[in-house]
């Protein structure tokens, strides 16, 4: 079975540019998530899909990002303008459904740098 | 507030030597899931074990094994004879439960990096 898949897997860009990232979760999984893991520290939900809709966005920086799942598939996330801080790996995970408990898989996360 | 502590940063030990790494959560649920993960130079988070809060029983898988204890808040994760391979940053993870059709959100330690050396 294929797992999470990520693109690009680096990416480098100036500050104020824009930036988008792809997730295609493991296939039949409803729950998409979109975590940030700045270096040194856990990853941090960003946004939480189930099938295409949003779940739980409280953590998304909404002035300059953005996510959005379609079809309830693939999943892309944006940042525009990217910041300085915004320099991280963002990681995709996907889980069969929604709910505690529920195991996420992880992709191999895209490492941002923002100069 | 949800919360989990890996207080051990980084851990470096000798190929066969024995190494547990530490993990305390704070929850205020009755009912959750401690998760964790290895994250590989490669970057990807690989799922290592999950453990509901109803069953306190330790786990072995090979290697590895798992020690609950909810009387101390505590999850730990030992790796017996660690071998070079087992370098790696491991995550410590909580699954939250804000209600109905909600939840699966991780909350995650700051990772514990271990060094194996041969």
């Known amino acids: 079975e294929a797992g999470v898949a990520q693109s690009p897997r680096y990416k480098i860009i100036e500050k104020r540019q824009s930036v988008a990232f792809w997730c295609n979760p493991i296939s039949g999984h409803a729950t998409l998530y979109w975590y940030q893991q700045i270096l040194g520290q856990g990853p941090k939900l960003l946004i939480q899909f189930q099938n295409n809709g949003v779940v739980d966005d409280s953590q998304l920086p909404k002035d300059r990002f953005s996510a959005e799942r379609l079809k309830g598939v693939d999943s892309t996330l944006k940042i525009q303008p990217a910041k300085l801080e915004d320099s991280a790996v963002y990681l995709c995970?996907?889980?069969?459904?929604?709910?505690?408990?529920?195991?996420?898989?992880f992709g191999p996360g895209t490492r941002l740098l923002v100069l | 507030a949800q919360k989990v502590t890996q207080a051990q940063t980084e851990i470096s030990v000798v190929e066969k030597e024995d190494v547990t790494l530490d993990c305390v959560y704070e929850t205020r649920d009755t009912t959750y899931y401690l998760f964790w993960y290895k994250q590989p130079p490669s970057g990807e988070l690989v799922f290592l074990i999950r453990r509901n809060s109803f069953d306190e029983q330790n786990e072995i898988s090979g290697r590895y094994s798992w020690n609950f204890q909810k009387s101390t808040s505590s999850f730990n994760f030992t790796i017996t004879a660690s071998q070079v391979v087992d370098s790696a940053v491991y995550f410590c993870a909580l699954s939250e439960f804000p209600g109905y059709n909600q939840g699966g959100k991780l909350i995650f330690g700051q990772g514990t990096e271990l060094s194996v050396k041969p």
């Open positions: 995970a996907s889980s069969l459904e929604i709910g505690q408990g529920e195991t996420q898989y």
